[in-house]
Nanobody, 127 residues
Framework: QVELVESGGGSVQAGGSLRLSCAPS????????MAWFRQAPGKEREGVAA???????AYAGSVKGRFTSSKDNAKNTLYLQMNNLKPEDTAMYYC?????????????????????WGQGTQVTVSS
């Protein structure tokens, strides 16, 4: 059982920045993927960024160049730095985890690939 706790959401104006954090516990897996998803009211949950235990992050096209996902192995924390936020970024943001060594690149942002989810943190961007 993995518990994920997100933090860092809030309300900002368009063009602003926020940094989300996700701290999973306990950590007993040597190989894993972690990802950020978001869900706006009336819309399906969509993948934003994903990061494996090794390798580079993958991003959705809508956030590429504005969002950066990283992890601090010493603090056991996953981050999502969100810059140049737009009103369409408004959503509940979720952290997700799966203990696996490999996900097909085309499926790395699919909700079905992850089996642990956080409670979410709200991000609201006003115009």
């Amino acid at each position: 059982q993995v518990e994920l706790v997100e933090s860092g959401g809030g309300s900002v104006q368009a063009g602003g920045s926020l940094r989300l954090s996700c701290a999973p516990s306990p950590i007993t897996y040597r190989t894993y993927y972690m990802a950020w998803f978001r869900q706006a009211p009336g819309k399906e949950r969509e993948g934003v960024a994903a990061l494996g235990y090794q390798g580079s992050p993958a991003y959705a096209g809508s956030v590429k160049g504005r969002f950066t996902s990283s992890k601090d192995n010493a603090k056991n924390t996953l981050y999502l730095q969100m810059n140049n936020l737009k009103p369409e970024d408004t959503a509940m943001y979720y952290c997700a985890h799966v203990a696996t060594g490999w996900i097909p690149p085309g499926r790395i942002l699919a909700t079905s690939q992850y089996n642990y989810w956080g409670q979410g943190t709200q991000v609201t961007v006003s115009s």
